[in-house]
């Protein structure tokens, strides 16, 4: 009795690989965002980053120390993941004592509180930024200006991202063809010279990082791709119908947290779908909200919400879509 066998709980995985060799590789696949928001947004960047990753850790360590009695896993990196992709979600003037509080609700509500990695039903660094964006809405909505090298923190210069302005100027009755003229184009917006958190801007180093993970099969293609096309043909038919009301489809691709949330934060192993099927069906529910919130919805982006909400839905897709069991008898007829 003394041998029998533990389940752990998920993710779950049979190979070579293992937590941290994966968390490791995410961090990896996010470094080039990373410096294209040093680039744009300069010390801020680094400030922001570097808080955030020591907070999640820290707080961390202390709640599986001193309030669960167990060892701490920090070394598993998926604190650092979190206290990464957390402060990709954030202003990069946003003051410190917030960065704290995202921390601590990231981890101690979002992960923590649930037993730890892989009990966890929701995307804690989503968790966090959801909570900071519901209590201290001003200051997660206050964008510094992208200016090479820049020396500043808290006294850069702030201005709306390009979804704020286009939501906020149809609402006005101002055509989207005279909006267009407002923001930055979409080599820049590519590129990354706009208003927005670090996770919403250089869509290029963003796609690098997603091919880091695909070709090191951290991440498969399907809730990617689902997202994005859904999100593409969303847009593009409310584009195709009135094209003064709406937005075109790459311009939503290009702006807000689309690719960081399609391909670092929707694919979670511990808040996705195990089985293709399940993945289409949790992608293509992400894409949905994603536009209904930007289109109808009060804040000019969804995707932190669309990914929250779906991952509520995950075990009940893990419930129902499984493949057949090995000597399953099919029924003909």
């Known amino acids: 009795m003394s041998k029998l066998i533990t389940v752990s709980p998920s993710p779950h995985m049979h190979g ?25 947004f300069g010390i801020g960047a680094l400030i922001v980053t570097a ?34 992709l957390l402060a990709f979600n954030l202003p990069t003037n946003i003051p410190v004592w ?4 995202g921390a601590l609700v990231a981890i101690g509500v979002g992960k923590m509180s649930f037993g730890g990695l892989g009990n966890n039903p929701f995307n804690p660094a989503l968790v966090g930024r959801v909570f900071l964006l519901i209590s201290f809405p001003v200051q997660m909505t206050s964008w510094p200006e992208p200016v090479v090298s820049r020396t500043q923190y808290a006294d850069a210069v702030t201005g709306p991202t ?13 055509p989207v063809s005279e909006l267009m003229g407002q923001i930055p184009g979409y080599f820049d917006l590519f590129i990354g010279r706009m208003h927005g958190s670090m ?4 869509a290029l180093a ?20 689902s997202i994005l096309a859904t999100i593409f043909v969303f847009t593009g038919i409310l584009w195709g119908a009135n094209p003064e009301a ?14 960081l949330g399609a ?29 209904v919130i930007r289109i109808w919805g009060a804040y000019p982006e969804g995707v932190s919400f669309a990914i929250l909400i779906m991952n509520a839905f995950v075990p009940i897709l893990n419930k129902y879509i499984k493949p057949k069991r090995f000597g399953e008898e099919v029924q003909n007829g």
């Open 16 to 40: 070579k690989d293992n937590v941290k060799k994966l968390m490791y590789w995410v961090i990896l696949a996010l470094l080039p965002a990373f410096l294209v928001s040093v680039i744009f």
């Open 51 to 84: 808080v955030s990753i020591v907070a999640c850790v820290g707080f961390e360590y202390l709640i599986q120390k001193y309030l669960m009695k167990v060892k701490p896993t920090i070394s598993d990196g998926s604190a650092a993941v979190t206290g990464l």
């Open 98 to 101: 917030i960065i704290l509080i």
């Open 162 to 174: 390009p979804l704020a302005i286009i939501k906020e100027g149809i609402s006005d009755g101002i």
């Open 199 to 202: 996770g919403e801007i250089g």
């Open 206 to 225: 963003l796609i690098i990082g997603g091919i880091i993970l695909l070709a090191r099969k951290v991440i498969t293609w399907h809730i990617p791709v």
């Open 246 to 259: 709406n937005a075109d489809p790459i311009f939503h691709i290009l702006t807000g947290g689309v690719l």
């Open 263 to 291: 391909i670092f934060m929707a694919t979670d192993y511990a808040t996705s779908p195990m089985t293709p099927k399940g993945m289409w069906i949790y992608g293509i529910g992400i894409g949905i909200i994603t536009v």
